[in-house]
């Protein structure tokens, strides 16, 4: 018998989802999801590393009650994330705004306009005057489209034409 001052032993009663193994989770998943990484990085340290990080940012937040094929889908976006966080620490690059009053422009020398006149002149009529609009005059291809009374996607074919047949061209003859 129990004394009565003996405190009542309590029982925790809870009819909701049986807790998760998070061990069998790691076990099951770090071998694909390690693969998964280290496909994307080419580097076991990095893929180490990703993948740990992966499966701390990932736990906290998993439910017991989701799918395998939802808890692999999980596990790969955020792995993603990870890698494209990775990259952008060591590989991010600081924009900075390019002031046109005092970046120069490039003027052409007088060999150079000689030699795309050149080149030009050798070129089928359609193919110069694709060329001209495009690049000489600045055209946009819906509005070089325009300008030749053509479709935007024969501009563009023609314009792939005249690009690859001026670079077969020797500007010097």
Do not use: C
Request: avoid cysteine; glycine fraction near 4%.
């Amino acid at each position: 018998m129990t004394s009565p001052d003996a405190p009542t032993p309590l029982h925790v009663v809870d009819n909701g989802p049986p807790a998760p193994d998070w061990e069998a989770v790691y076990r099951d998943h770090v071998g694909p999801l390690y693969r998964f990484v280290y496909a994307r990085t080419g580097n076991h340290a990095d893929a180490e590393d990703i993948t740990s990080t992966v499966f701390m940012r990932a736990l906290p937040r998993l439910r017991a009650d989701v799918s395998d094929a939802e808890l692999r889908g999980y596990l790969h976006a955020t792995a993603r994330t990870v890698i494209a966080d990775v990259w952008r620490d060591r590989h991010g690059t600081v924009t900075q705004e390019i002031d046109e009053e005092s970046t120069p422009n490039h003027e052409p020398v007088e060999s150079e306009r000689r030699d795309v006149d050149t080149l030009l002149q050798r070129l089928p009529g359609n193919y110069r005057t694709v060329l001209e609009l495009r690049f000489l005059r600045g055209y946009s291809v819906k509005e070089t489209a325009a300008a030749m009374g053509i479709s935007v996607s024969n501009a563009k074919v023609l314009q792939l034409r005249a690009l690859r047949r001026a670079a077969t061209l020797d500007p010097a003859q």
